[in-house]
Each structure stands twice: as structure tokens, then as C-alpha cells.
């Protein structure tokens, strides 16, 4: 069946969720003329529908049943951005195993449940999509699993969440204690209120599990990657490594060494040559070895409404791209091969 017309349940109206609704409003008609196909949010699952937002969603698109989404048999992708595991993950499984495409901002979720979400999205033949969930808006995942597919991966290097990348340019370029840098993070929005995620190195190592599955073909599951956070690293030692020519960075990395895989996240000193050591502030960045293009590095905003929202219909755009042209079934697998 030939679609130029595709229906979106959007799940989760908060940051992202709100990014992503106004880059849709917002490029609609460019999407349109580029593409042949209009894309259309027909439901929004929300709790809190009457919150003020930057968006102006029709009262008559808000449900807080799910199986308004689940059930309609007129909705062919449904985006998640609620976040978290539960019931982010069931949802989606829900969705797949109703026929629907899925495309998610979800890293925990992903990095989590990746086999199982993979394994119903083959079951159910739709396609999942989660490039949102690495890097925001840089285009990493997608170049990994399509333009790199010719390519062993030697090694994966990412600085892969912005708070706490923020947090370490404050503290080496305008000397600032890791408290001061902390709270300045919080004042601009940069940091969450708790911000244990982050700065313990755990939202970069569900970022790094799926660059693992998707660059050598193993699953680590986030549990299993040694992650050191930043709370511990001191002025001193920023300004001992600058004397000796580095910077520190919470890197999260995965490397062939020997025919063995080696894996982790922690903060590192970095030359200042080295590609990785001028990325600043909130940006994000991944740097990778290939065997056949050599090193690469993509850079750009890691977070934020737009950027990710971005990400999210970069994913829907090509999943209605393929039920356009009745080829909708073509499911990343690990390693960058497809089924």
C-alpha cells in the first residue's frame, strides 16, 4: 500500500517531546516537497495536558490511554520520548507487537532492553529507529549502520553527555571548583536538579552499550561497563594535566586490543591534539577508527528540544520514506547488517 500520508502517535509531551512536535510544525512543508509524504501527530499521550508549552497541540489529540495509540489502526509510527524504563519500554513492545514502527530518544531503554526491542521489531516486521538516542543530533548512528558498513570498527571514543562536559570546560578554562561548575550547569539549564545520572558516568555508558552493539556486534549491557564519574576530579588535577599538555574529558570507550574488546567510562586525559580535547562546553562528540576510512569524528549538539526533536523525525522521515515505497521492513540489526 502506497502512503503519502503518515500518522504518528507521539508518546510523551515533555522537552523532547515538545522538540520534536515544533520540528515537525515547523518544517512540515519542506519535509513535504522533499520527500512526497505529509507526516501528521494524530495523538499525543500526555498526563499533564493542561501544562503550559511552546506548542499549541488541539485539546481533541491529547489521550492518556494508550491504547488509543496501540488500537489505531490509521497510526503507522509511534515515537516514545517518555523516557526512563518503564512503562517506556513496554510501550514500545506494545506498539511493535500492534503493527506499528518505533522510534525512540530513549538511551536507557535501548541499552537495556536492546535485544528484546530489536527481537519484537523482527517479530512484528516494523522497523525500530533510535538515533536520537546517541548524541542528539549528530548523525553517528546512522552513518555507523549505512555508510560504514564496508568497515571494521578498531575503536569508539565519545564525549556523550554534555553536563558533564560543561561541567569539566568550566572548570579548565575559567578555573572553577567542581561545585562552582556544578551549580553554574544547574543555573543554565545544563544539569538536572539531580544530577547523579550524569555526573556518575551512567548516562554515558547506556550510550556507549549501544555504540558496542551497533560497532561490534556485542551486547554490554550498561551494568557490565566500568563507569567512573567526574564528581572526584578536582581543579588540581585539571590543572596538573594541562602542564603536562592534556585535558581531562569523561570519555566512554570501546576498543579492539589484542582480538579482545575493552570498554569504559571515565574521566581521561586527553593530549590537547588529540580531536576529542577541544569539543566544549554542552557539545557532544564520537570519534571513531575504521578500517577501511580511518578515523572520523562527528560533532555537534548532543541535547536540547530542537537537536533531538531533529534526530526523532530524521527516523520517521525514513521510516515513512519506506512505507512510501511499500519497503518498510528493513531492521537495523547489530554489527550494521540488515535483515
Do not use: W
Amino acid at each position: 500500500m502506497n502512503k503519502n500520508v503518515v500518522k504518528i502517535g507521539l508518546m510523551g509531551l515533555g522537552n523532547i517531546g515538545v522538540g520534536t512536535y515544533l520540528v515537525l510544525e515547523k518544517e512540515r512543508e519542506t519535509i513535504k516537497k522533499n520527500t512526497g509524504v505529509d507526516f501528521e501527530i494524530v495523538k499525543v499521550l500526555e498526563k499533564y495536558v493542561d501544562r503550559v508549552r511552546p506548542v499549541n497541540v488541539p485539546l481533541n489529540k491529547f489521550t492518556q490511554d494508550p491504547d488509543e495509540i496501540f488500537n489505531d489502526p490509521e497510526i503507522d509510527v509511534v515515537i516514545e520520548l517518555l523516557g526512563g524504563l518503564h512503562p517506556a519500554t513496554d510501550f514500545m513492545l506494545r506498539a511493535m507487537e500492534h503493527g506499528k514502527h518505533v522510534v525512540t530518544a530513549n538511551k536507557a531503554a535501548v541499552a537495556h532492553s536492546y535485544e528484546l526491542l530489536r527481537e519484537t521489531a523482527e517479530k512484528n516486521n516494523v522497523m525500530f529507529r533510535y538515533e536520537a538516542s546517541v548524541g542528539g543530533a549528530i548523525p553517528v548512528l546512522t552513518a555507523l549502520t549505512n555508510a560504514l558498513q564496508a568497515n571494521r570498527f578498531e575503536g569508539v571514543y565519545g564525549i556523550l553527555n554534555g553536563t558533564t562536559n560543561y561541567i569539566l570546560t568550566q572548570m579548565t578554562d575559567f578555573d572553577m571548583s567542581y561545585e562552582e561548575a556544578l551549580q553554574l550547569a544547574k543555573d543554565k539549564g545544563f544539569a538536572e536538579p539531580d544530577p547523579t545520572a550524569d555526573v556518575e558516568g551512567h548516562d554515558a555508558a547506556n550510550k556507549l552499550s549501544i555504540l558496542i552493539s551497533l560497532c561490534f556486534g556485542e551486547r554490554v549491557r550498561p551494568a557490565g561497563i566500568p563507569t567512573k564519574g567526574i564528581t572526584k576530579v578536582t581543579k588540581e588535577d585539571i590543572l596538573e594535566a594541562a602542564k603536562s599538555g592534556y585535558k581531562i574529558k569523561l570519555v566512554a570507550s570501546a576498543q579492539m586490543v589484542d582480538g579482545k574488546l575493552e570498554y569504559s567510562v571515565k574521566p581521561t586525559k586527553l593530549p590537547f591534539s588529540h580531536p576529542l580535547a577541544s569539543v566544549s562546553n554542552e557539545l557532544n562528540a564520537v570519534y571513531v577508527q575504521a578500517s577501511e576510512a580511518g578515523e572520523l569524528m562527528f560533532y555537534g549538539r548532543g541535547a536540547g528540544p530542537l537537536p533531538t526533536g531533529s534526530a526523532v523525525m530524521g527516523d520517521v522521515i525514513e521510516i515513512g520514506k519506506a512505507i512510501k515505497k511499500n519497503a518498510a521492513y528493513d531492521l537495523v540489526v547489530a554489527g550494521g547488517k540488515r535483515e
